[in-house]
């Protein structure tokens, strides 16, 4: 992908950098968007502290206590109100500031995945704390962007009296994709007029329409027989052999299924022991299609396959959906809007030890050769996309049916690493995440600008999602008023790891980086 070339490593914008046509949409004040780029600037250190430390917590979905607190508590000293606990969920919060004009609705996720711990700074996989969980996806620096964003946005809005209000919200157990869904369902998008979400990448775009992800239903289906003593085990009737003929059938009925179609699982309970029939086993699924019938047909096809597979062994079983993604549709003038503001912007200004840190990942660990990216990336669009299906999930995209939506992707990671794989938590702490959260922060305060100064804007957002977005699907879950939030998960795994993880907890008072406390050298010397 290609991006513009960027601005001085400072971004005092220039007037003449706001002069670009863009008929399409109105523009805040060029003085606005200069002064809020300085304020996203002035708060560089700061971005850089949240990253690392919400990178040494490296707190996994449902889990993320001492993330919550720490980024709530910087929210509550600039001003903002907090509500916790949100949907019933105990990480999940919304901090809000501002009276009258728009409410305008800021996320990002903020939730580790499981055995990814991996020192940061090195280009060899290195855990911090073995079997621990770790920013894998990178997760660490999307809400420090947002509230550097907010915090700077708020700032013009204050001293040039604009009305509006900022809702910052984090995407808790986004991995599992287990509760945006139960936000849109609990009300908390009510009287939202626009919403922007960012996310980590390699790049520096947004893009509109469907998305090409694949909206997700997660469920674990239980079942139960009888135990016996497994030298006679005809006086029992195994959980787990239902489990296998599940998933058995389920392997063979893929070949009969659309192309568009992502499934998997993890066997969560196969028994205790081998000389007990097992009594209780579970297997845990996401099933993945592109749209809203098609996600509940396939559902509903495992649903079968679980009652046969019951019925096969004389067993019982029973399901609990863990959680819900829709799938992605972004909206257009929101997508151009923050897509002019990303151009004025630009790319960061990488060193020489940035790109060199960026190379030895990728050769250490024979990734192909790509340098950090000097130039943003087009605007994303359905022409540009075709029929692509990526095969993943986002929960955003429930919120981006209650509310017009948009996701930024911001350039805090090295290019061609894996996705959930800990070589792309190798960068997450280092100063390539730092610039590619400030450079995000830039995009989203002129944004939100934007939209706090331009009602016709928010309007259009609005006419295109109910005119375009609805014209052909509307939002139609599959979660029931009996489903709840899994809360439960990942809590035994951080009762015992995370005194383990305590001491690598980064101390922003002591230490100037994350990497200064770790004692690592940036750019490490080549791996011998």
Do not use: C
């Not at 085990?233 to 893929?254: H, K, Q, T």
């Not at 579970?282 to 679980?306: C, H, M």
């Not at 008023?481 to 993880?501: I, T």
């Amino acid at each position: 992908m290609t991006r513009t070339v960027r601005l001085p490593a400072a971004l005092l914008l220039s007037a003449s950098a706001f002069a670009l046509p863009h008929a399409a949409f109105a523009e805040a004040k060029p003085s606005l968007k200069q002064a809020a780029a300085a304020g996203v600037d002035a708060r560089a250190k700061l971005v850089q502290e949240m990253v690392d430390s919400v990178f040494s917590f490296a707190e996994p979905g449902f889990q993320e206590v001492r993330t919550s607190a720490y980024l709530t508590g910087i929210l509550e000293k600039n001003g903002f109100t907090i509500t916790r606990g949100v949907a019933g969920i105990p990480t999940a919060w919304t901090a809000t500031w501002g009276e009258g004009g728009p409410l305008i609705a800021l996320g990002s996720d903020i939730d580790g995945l499981l055995g990814l711990s991996q020192a940061p700074g090195t280009a060899k996989i290195v855990p911090q704390v073995e079997g621990a969980p770790g920013h894998g996806e990178g997760h660490n620096s999307g809400m420090p962007l947002m509230i550097a964003a907010a915090l700077a946005a708020k700032d013009v809005m204050v001293k040039n009296k604009i009305k509006g209000r900022l809702m910052l919200w984090p995407g808790v157990a986004e991995e599992l994709l287990a509760t945006k869904a139960f936000y849109v369902r609990d009300g908390m998008f009510k009287g939202v007029d626009a919403s922007i979400f960012t996310h980590v990448a390699s790049s520096f775009t947004t893009g509109y329409g469907n998305l090409g992800l694949n909206g997700m239903v997660s469920v674990e289906y239980t079942f139960k027989g009888k135990t016996a003593h497994g030298a006679a085990p005809w006086n029992g009737r195994s959980a787990l052999d239902a489990v296998e003929w599940m998933d058995a059938a389920w392997n063979f009925r893929r070949e009969h299924l659309p192309l568009s179609q992502r499934s998997h699982y993890v066997i969560t309970n196969g028994g205790g022991q081998p000389n007990i029939v097992p009594g209780v086993a579970s297997v845990w699924y996401y099933f993945r299609e592109k749209d809203f019938k098609s996600i509940k047909d396939l559902y509903a096809t495992g649903n079968t396959v679980s009652e046969a597979a019951a019925q096969a062994t004389g067993t019982s079983v029973t399901r609990r959906v863990l959680g819900y993604a829709a799938p992605n549709f972004g909206n257009k003038p929101l997508a151009e809007a923050a897509y002019a503001n990303i151009k004025m912007v630009g790319m960061p200004q990488w060193s020489d030890a940035d790109q060199s840190f960026a190379k030895m990942v990728q050769t250490e660990n024979e990734f192909k050769l790509k340098p950090l990216e000097a130039q943003v990336a087009p605007l994303s669009t359905p022409e540009t996309r075709g029929n692509a299906n990526f095969g993943g999930s986002d929960d955003i995209g429930d919120v981006m049916w209650a509310v017009p939506t948009i996701t930024i992707g911001f350039p805090s990671n090295v290019p061609n690493t894996i996705g959930h794989h800990v070589t792309s938590a190798m960068a997450m702490a280092t100063p390539i995440a730092h610039k590619g959260a400030v450079a995000g922060a830039k995009a989203v305060a002129m944004t939100v600008l934007n939209l706090m100064t331009t009602p016709s804007l928010i309007a259009k957002a609005k006419s295109y999602q109910q005119t375009v977005q609805f014209k052909d699907e509307k939002y139609d879950p599959a979660l029931t008023p009996q489903d709840q939030p899994a809360v439960h998960l990942n809590a035994e795994l951080m009762e015992r790891m995370r005194p383990k993880m305590e001491r690598f907890y980064y101390d922003p008072a002591k230490y100037g980086t994350y990497l200064e406390q770790l004692g690592v050298t940036y750019p490490p010397a080549p791996p011998q």
